[in-house]
């Protein structure tokens, strides 16, 4: 695995983190472990679905033995690997498998995002997937502890996913690429 900061897979990860997922507001609890500089940005060089788990098992290894102070959360951001999305959803069967032959399940959980992320019962077109639509395919590993506590101090977090929408459907695609290349939406 590979951790440069300068890795471009690494940087236009951060900028659609920036950008996309805290400057469009889509994730209320993104903010605090950016700007505390808690986010793991940990690149995979596995070009095999065997390979990607074994860097899952280390990233959620390393995960559980740092400190919340030093990496609340990680991106696992694996660019050569499932870069088709019914593969890259059929292989987080196997990364849940991951965290509970490791005993973590109930202690970190894997969100996914990918660039071709489609949510049941949509078009592939359909802008609300841009929720989810991460420029490599990524793997987000996350603390039980710190997304309950996140929740806790949010309050209703039932409206997340309705606002997400009103915000992506305000903007529209020419909008959205806008920020996604830095510019206002």
Not at 2 to 13: C, G, K, L, Q, Y
Not at 59 to 65: S, T
Not at 153 to 172: M, Q, W, Y
């Amino acid at each position: 695995m590979s951790a440069s900061p300068e890795d471009p897979s690494i940087t236009e990860t951060r900028a659609w983190v920036e950008r996309v997922v805290i400057g469009l507001k889509l994730c209320p609890f993104a903010p605090a472990p950016a700007l505390k500089g808690t986010i793991c940005y940990a690149m995979s060089e596995a070009e095999t679905p065997e390979a990607l788990l074994e860097d899952l098992a280390t990233e959620l290894q390393r995960l559980v033995d740092v400190p919340p102070e030093q990496i609340e959360t990680t991106m696992l951001i694996h660019p050569r690997v499932l870069q088709d999305f019914h593969d890259f959803n059929d292989f987080l069967e196997f990364a849940d498998e991951a965290l509970q032959a490791m005993g973590l399940a109930g202690e970190i959980q894997i969100a996914s995002f990918h660039p071709q992320y489609q949510f049941a019962g949509t078009g592939f077109d359909d802008i609300g997937n841009e929720t989810n639509r991460s420029p490599y395919p990524t793997l987000h590993l996350l603390r039980e502890e710190s997304v309950a506590r996140a929740v806790d101090a949010f309050g209703d977090t039932g409206s997340i996913s309705a606002s997400n929408l009103a915000t992506l459907e305000k903007l529209g695609p020419a909008g959205l690429a806008a920020v996604k290349r830095g510019g206002p939406g």
